[in-house]
T-cell receptor, first 112, second 112 residues
Framework: GAGVSQTPSNKVTEKGKYVELRCDPI?????LYWYRQSLGQGPEFLIY????????DSGLPNDRFFAVRPEGSVSTLKIQRTERGDSAVYLC??????????FGPGTRLTVL | DQQVKQNSPSLSVQEGRISILNCDYT??????FLWYKKYPAEGPTFLIS?????DKNEDGRFTVFLNKSAKHLSLHIVPSQPGDSAVYFC???????????FGKGTSLLVTP
């Protein structure tokens, strides 16, 4: 079956712009996670959805970051007023149980 | 504060030999541990996991050992194959929430 898909695979934007990153989880997975990975680091947790609601958003770095999952499937991570420090690979994962998480290929965001 | 630590950034092993990757953690509330493998430009791929009620879990060539008193786990790959060359991430979670805390990764190179 299809795995987690993320679009776009690459996004280049200018400082101050708004970006949206999309995640399509594995069908039937109720849990969805966003992480971001900077060079030389492991993935860092951002937010976790159980169904449509954000069960844990403690990893969002500030109020420029927001994520939604309106129908309990596809999720969008939104970043306002992007900064150069936001440049990273943004990873989405889904899970049927909450323990083993299955990751997508990521979106590489570059803020110039 | 890094709660999951992989102190060896890289490891080189000859094909056919055992690879041992190590991971230490500081949070005593962690009760589920996972290993992920990552190739360049791809998302992390789930390899194997272990619950804190066990001290060993085996899946084919991969075995994970957990020493709770030392807050240490290790991944053994026997025999190592060139296709195992990748970055390996250790991750841990608390039962109360499912956010994964990752180490910085160990780059494994298996040489023919």
């Amino acid at each position: 079956g299809a795995g987690v898909s993320q679009t776009p695979s690459n996004k280049v934007t200018e400082k101050g712009k708004y970006v949206e990153l999309r995640c399509d989880p594995i069908s039937g997975h109720t849990a969805l996670y966003w992480y971001r990975q900077s060079l030389g680091q492991g993935p860092e947790f951002l937010i976790y959805f159980q169904g449509t609601g954000a069960a844990d958003d403690s990893g969002l770095p500030n109020d420029r970051f927001f994520a939604v999952r309106p129908e309990g499937s596809v999720s969008t991570l939104k970043i306002q007023r992007t900064e150069r420090g936001d440049s990273a690979v943004y990873l989405c994962a889904s899970s049927p149980t909450g323990h083993e998480q299955f990751f997508g290929p990521g979106t590489r965001l570059t803020v110039l | 504060d890094q709660q999951v630590k992989q102190n060896s950034p890289s490891l080189s092993v000859q094909e056919g030999r055992i690879s041992i990757l190590n991971c230490d953690y500081t949070n005593s509330m962690f009760d589920y541990f996972l290993w992920y493998k990552k190739y360049p430009a791809e998302g992390p791929t789930f390899l194997i996991s272990i619950s804190s009620i066990k001290d060993k879990n085996e899946d084919g060539r991969f075995t994970v050992f957990l020493n709770k008193s030392a807050k240490h786990l290790s991944l053994h790959i026997v025999p190592s194959q060139p296709g195992d060359s990748a970055v390996y991430f250790c991750a841990a979670s608390e039962n109360s929430g499912y956010a994964l805390n990752f180490g910085k990764g160990t780059s494994l190179l298996v040489t023919p």
